[in-house]
Each structure stands twice: as structure tokens, then as C-alpha cells.
């Protein structure tokens, strides 16, 4: 079973945000084109009067193997070969749920969006990884570290060097 890297992308919007479905669509291109899969999407917002909506969009396929892997991996960590079982066992049960989220880790992020703002939670596998990640390991290599550089960061280092 071939399971790509998983990031955790957290999104923030103000109060002038507009939602016209361009990221969904966007994101859908992604999915349709086996680029990434969106395991869970999370939409959390708070209105002007502090009323809270939340949205929760779940892969229940992906959940239930992303929790089985992730499970056996921590299984294996703790007990070894007998714990990898019990844990991937274990995970996939509450991947097939369907909810990353309970209801207090939702109003945990509710509680720290202003109001009059929302947060977005994607959880999302990157297909386009494992061919890379299996040559790579295949030529016996192995990743020593992993870090993104958005373009924020690339402009704090222009202006780091002109001090």
C-alpha cells in the first residue's frame, strides 16, 4: 500500500474574505488529476455575532487507511511488530468514523478564530510524492529533511540581508 506524504495546511481568512469556490476548484483539479487526495477539509467560521459554522468534509476511504497507517506506525513505536497491529487495527477503526475532528478540538478552534473570521483545516496526501520517494529509496537514499519555503520567507531573507 503506496501512501504519500501528508501535510497539514492550516488557512486563515478575514473578515473581507471572499468564498466564490476558486480554492474548491482548485483543489478538485488536484484530486481529479491524482496530484493529492483531501483526506479531511475542515471550515470553521464565527460571524459578527460570534455565531460559530463548521464544515467537515472526509475522504472515510482515506481517513480509514491514513489511520491504519498512521496507527501501525505508532503501534510499532511503542510495542513493536505486535503493537504495529493492534495500532493499524485500531486506527483504521477510527479513521472509518469519518471525523478527524470531536467536537472539542472544533470548538477549541472556534474558540481561538476572532470574530468575523474563519479557519480552514486541510489534511491532504501528496499522490505526486511516492514515485519520487520510491526512487529515491530505491537508489538508497532517505530524506534528512523537509521543509517548505513560501515566498513570505524568501522576502524576510531579502530584507534579513539589506540590514
Same mark, same amino acid.
Given at each position: 500500500?503506496?501512501?504519500?506524504?501528508?501535510?497539514?495546511? @492550516?488557512?486563515?481568512?478575514?473578515?473581507?474574505?471572499?468564498?466564490?469556490?476558486?480554492?474548491?476548484?482548485?483543489?478538485?483539479?488536484?484530486?481529479?488529476?491524482?496530484? @493529492?487526495?483531501?483526506?479531511?477539509?475542515?471550515? @470553521?467560521?464565527?460571524?459578527?455575532?460570534?455565531?460559530?459554522? /463548521?464544515?467537515?468534509?472526509?475522504? /472515510?476511504?482515506? $481517513?480509514?487507511?491514513?489511520?491504519?497507517?498512521?496507527?501501525?506506525?505508532?503501534?510499532?513505536?511503542?510495542?513493536?511488530?505486535?503493537? $504495529? @497491529?493492534?495500532?493499524?487495527?485500531?486506527?483504521?477503526?477510527?479513521?472509518?468514523?469519518?471525523? $478527524?475532528?470531536?467536537?472539542? +478540538? /472544533?470548538?477549541?478552534?472556534?474558540?481561538?478564530?476572532? /470574530?468575523?473570521?474563519?479557519?480552514?483545516?486541510?489534511?491532504?496526501?501528496?499522490?505526486?510524492?511516492?514515485?519520487?520517494?520510491?526512487?529515491?529509496?530505491?537508489?538508497?537514499?532517505?530524506?534528512?529533511?523537509? +521543509?517548505?519555503?513560501?515566498?513570505?520567507?524568501?522576502?524576510?531573507?531579502?530584507?534579513?540581508?539589506?540590514?
Amino acid at each position: 500500500m503506496a501512501f504519500g506524504p501528508v501535510q497539514v495546511l @492550516v488557512l486563515g481568512f478575514g473578515p473581507d474574505a471572499e468564498f466564490k469556490g476558486e480554492a474548491l476548484a482548485e483543489l478538485r483539479k488536484l484530486r481529479e488529476n491524482n496530484i @493529492v487526495r483531501v483526506i479531511d477539509l475542515l471550515f @470553521v467560521t464565527k460571524d459578527e455575532s460570534g455565531e460559530v459554522g /463548521v464544515i467537515e468534509l472526509t475522504d /472515510v476511504e482515506g $481517513m480509514t487507511e491514513f489511520g491504519a497507517i498512521a496507527g501501525a506506525l505508532m503501534g510499532f513505536g511503542a510495542a513493536g511488530e505486535d503493537g $504495529m @497491529v493492534a495500532g493499524a487495527l485500531a486506527g483504521a477503526e477510527i479513521g472509518a468514523e469519518g471525523k $478527524m475532528y470531536d467536537d472539542a +478540538e /472544533v470548538w477549541y478552534i472556534a474558540d481561538s478564530i476572532p /470574530v468575523g473570521m474563519s479557519a480552514a483545516i486541510a489534511v491532504l496526501e501528496h499522490h505526486w510524492a511516492i514515485p519520487l520517494r520510491n526512487a529515491i529509496m530505491r537508489a538508497g537514499g532517505v530524506a534528512l529533511a523537509d +521543509e517548505w519555503i513560501h515566498p513570505q520567507d524568501l522576502i524576510a531573507l531579502g530584507i534579513d540581508a539589506a540590514q
